[in-house]
């Protein structure tokens, strides 16, 4: 299956600090999800990527497919976006591998 | 909003015995998944369905069953409970075409003694 890398595993920021978050994977991605989970374990999707770059709200995600790699930007960060955050790329459209995530935390 | 629900949210079992996750989901869609989480790391599939009446294997189907007897409900069976089997269970469901996000209810922490 799907191999997924996570980097950094863990990251602590001051509030306002931007966030960047990686994410390589081994198979060619038909589509790529970035997940939030929150410290309370409960999973929402973020945006889905397969390819480019794509806005919404604080958060770039930018995909490069034939180099298995995609990043997560989070600009201003704040205390509320404390989480886990998880990628998955999948091998095909409905089966997701995710990788072991990176936890972060903004501290005020 | 996609609405996805699991019960038990949270069970004790002891080794050797029967354990049963139950998982509806209120959107019509045709995906169910189950996965496992245990502390610190990613989601495993460990079995999915696109349709009622049929199962496929995920990842990590060794000493688990599936069952979608309905578009709606999808269980996760455990016939005999390992101590190994201790993780936060999800459910997710997806349309049909794959391309939509996959929505997840709230998790289900089983503590197998």
């Known amino acids: 299956g799907q191999q997924v890398q996570q980097s950094p595993s863990s990251l602590v920021l001051q509030e306002g600090e931007n966030a960047e978050l990686q994410c390589n994977f081994s198979s060619t991605a038909t589509q790529l999800q970035w997940f939030y989970q929150s410290p309370g374990g409960s999973l929402v999707s973020l945006l889905s990527n397969p390819s480019g770059t794509k806005h919404t709200g604080r958060l770039t995600s930018t995909t490069v497919t034939k180099e298995r790699r995609s990043s997560l930007h989070i600009s201003s960060s704040q205390t509320t976006d404390s989480g886990t955050y998880l990628c998955?790329?999948?091998?095909?459209?409905?089966?997701?591998?995710f990788g072991s995530g990176t936890k972060l935390t903004v501290e005020p | 909003e996609a609405a996805v629900t699991q019960s038990p949210r949270s069970k004790v079992a002891v080794t050797g015995g029967k354990v049963t996750l139950s998982c509806h989901q209120t959107n019509n869609h045709d995906y169910m998944y189950w996965y496992r989480q245990d502390t610190g790391h990613g989601l495993r599939l460990i079995h999915y369905?696109?349709?009622?009446?049929?199962?496929e294997k995920g990842d990590i189907p060794d000493g688990y069953k599936a069952s979608r007897p309905s578009q709606e409900n999808f269980s996760l069976i455990l016939e005999l409970a390992s101590l190994s089997q201790t993780a936060v269970y999800f459910c997710a469901s997806s349309d049909e075409t794959g391309q939509d996000t996959q929505y997840f209810g709230p998790g289900t922490r089983l503590l197998v003694l």
């Open positions: 369905s696109y349709v009622a009446d049929s199962t």
């Open positions: 998955a790329p999948p091998p095909n459209y409905n089966v997701l591998y």
